[in-house]
């Protein structure tokens, strides 16, 4: 990375240009929407992040808490992406907590939708069933 801002750079910007979001619109409306934390607190878009800043980050199921090493607002590759931060061991070991409980469940954690093929055929056998009698 060439081009190191010294001074902070909004938070939106950073969460682009470190992956966390595909885009800076999609940035401001997990900050916005509180899912998105600086220091422990809820922050504006236009919060200047700073080195050494930890921010807690849920983007789905999962919630991450990040160091800032880095700052950049230019979007590069993953592997450049991922040293402008340095996730905490806690978060490592509670993502891969809760994604081993989420396993563990099967389909029953699995979002209401419709039904898949294995599904309709339990239906439609337990239809024939309640018919007959």
Known sequence: MNKTPQSGIRIDKWLWAARFFKTRS???QAIEGGKVQYNGDRCKVSK???VGAQLT???GFDTKVVDIIALSD??????EAALLYAETAESIAARE?????RKALGSAFAHPERPNKKQRRQIHRFQRITDET
């Open 26 to 28: 999609l940035a401001k």
């Open 48 to 50: 200047e992040v700073q």
């Open 57 to 59: 980050i849920r983007v």
């Open 74 to 79: 230019q979007r590069r590759g993953a592997p």
């Open 97 to 101: 907590q809760n994604a081993a409980d």
